[in-house]
């Protein structure tokens, strides 16, 4: 099947902590793992990806882990801010590789 | 170098007509995506285009939707008969590469209410 599992749908965090969120595909063919960002009335922007190739990417406060044995990925914010609040979407390929399927998306909202 | 770019940014349709929304991708790209988005809801994907040719339409529905990409100009999505049901965000993205494993940048969206 094809099946993004994203978790949780809202998270909470107090500025300045971290804020984790995860995502299980169904398809053990996927193998690049994209994260999008959306913010209120735009669309969706690339934040960070992982190809299946490695195990962890970093990028500032941002990181990426794939478990690829346990077919789960996650994002990692450190050190949040108030323009990290938004709609954070996991998304993984199909099979085919024709079309990425995308999770259900996660509202992080960053307390002062 | 220019975004992904979607017109009109909103649409107000009334029950019967037509919707038709536009894409221009990214300056060298030539892989085009659709999406829909309804309300508190994540992205479903529609239908993926090359220029002049439909590589998956699995997630378009059977009636009254269509999508292009000409030769020459944006992708078009065009939606006859609009009910209310269609009202959603419907996004494009497109990608310098084929296939899914590639990068995907999306445009704004193009906001369809249907009344």
């Known amino acids: 099947g094809e099946n993004v599992e994203q978790h949780p749908s809202t998270l909470s965090v107090q500025e300045g902590d971290s804020a984790v969120i995860k995502c299980t595909y169904s398809d053990s063919a996927s193998n690049y793992f994209p994260w999008y960002k959306q913010e209120l009335g735009k669309g969706p922007q690339l934040i960070i990806d992982?190809?299946?190739?490695?195990g962890e990417k970093k990028d500032q406060r941002i990181a990426v882990t794939l478990n690829k044995t346990a077919k789960h990925f996650s994002l990692h914010i450190t050190e949040t801010q108030p323009e990290d609040s938004a709609v954070y979407f996991c998304?993984?390929?199909?099979?085919?590789?024709?079309?990425?399927?995308f999770g259900s998306g996660t509202r992080l909202s960053i307390r002062p | 170098n220019a975004g992904v770019m979607q017109n009109p940014r909103h649409l107000v349709r009334r029950r019967g007509q037509e919707a038709r929304l536009r894409c221009s991708p990214m300056?060298?790209?030539?892989?085009v995506y659709w999406y829909r988005q309804l309300p508190e809801e994540g992205l479903k994907f529609m239908v993926y285009l090359q220029k002049e040719n439909i590589i998956d339409e699995s997630g378009m529905p059977k009636e009254r939707f269509s999508a292009e990409f000409p030769k020459e100009g944006p992708s078009i999505l065009r939606i006859q008969q609009v009910v209310r049901g269609d009202s959603a965000a419907y996004f494009c993205?497109?990608?310098?590469?084929?296939?899914?494993?590639?990068?995907?940048?999306f445009g704004p969206g193009t906001r369809l209410t249907v009344t």
């Open positions: 993205a497109s990608s310098p590469q084929q296939g899914a494993i590639y990068e995907q940048y």
């Open positions: 992982i190809r299946s190739n490695v």
């Open positions: 300056k060298g790209h030539s892989h």
């Open positions: 998304a993984a390929p199909r099979s085919s590789a024709s079309k990425i399927i």
